[in-house]
Nanobody, 126 residues
Framework: QVQLVESGGGLVQAGDSLRLSCVAS????????MGWLRQAPGKEREFVAA????????SYVDSVKGRFTISRDNAKKTVYLQMDSLKPEDTAVYFC???????????????????WGQGTQVTVSS
């Protein structure tokens, strides 16, 4: 089992950048496919970005392509989400999540993730 702790959220203006970090506990971080998901007020949790176990494969929801970049450093047991050109519609609680089951390189469905962090708030003002 892995425990995940996010950081880096905050209040920014439209067009600004933020970098979210998620630090994992445990010794087998490299065996987890990781992702970032978000939940806006009154909306369902949605997939944002995913990365494969060794970082060679990534996937993004269409609304963030070209603006967000997911990466990981297995030696530091950390996954990142670089968010550029932020928009008010990016406002949400952002969750780091991971899974160590399944044969896919990465996962784009909320229900596919087994382990979750507590979330970090990102607020983008217009």
């Amino acid at each position: 089992q892995v425990q995940l702790v996010e950081s880096g959220g905050g209040l920014v203006q439209a067009g600004d950048s933020l970098r979210l970090s998620c630090v994992a506990s445990g010794r087998t971080f490299g065996s987890y496919a990781m992702g970032w998901l978000r939940q806006a007020p009154g909306k369902e949790r949605e997939f944002v970005a995913a990365i494969s176990r060794l970082g060679g494969g990534t996937s993004y929801v269409d609304s963030v392509k070209g603006r967000f970049t997911i990466s990981r450093d297995n030696a530091k047991k950390t996954v990142y989400l670089q968010m550029d050109s932020l928009k008010p519609e990016d406002t949400a609680v952002y969750f780091c999540a991971g899974t160590d089951v399944g044969g896919s390189a990465y996962y784009t469905k909320v229900y596919e993730y087994r382990y979750w962090g507590q979330g970090t708030q990102v607020t983008v003002s217009s």
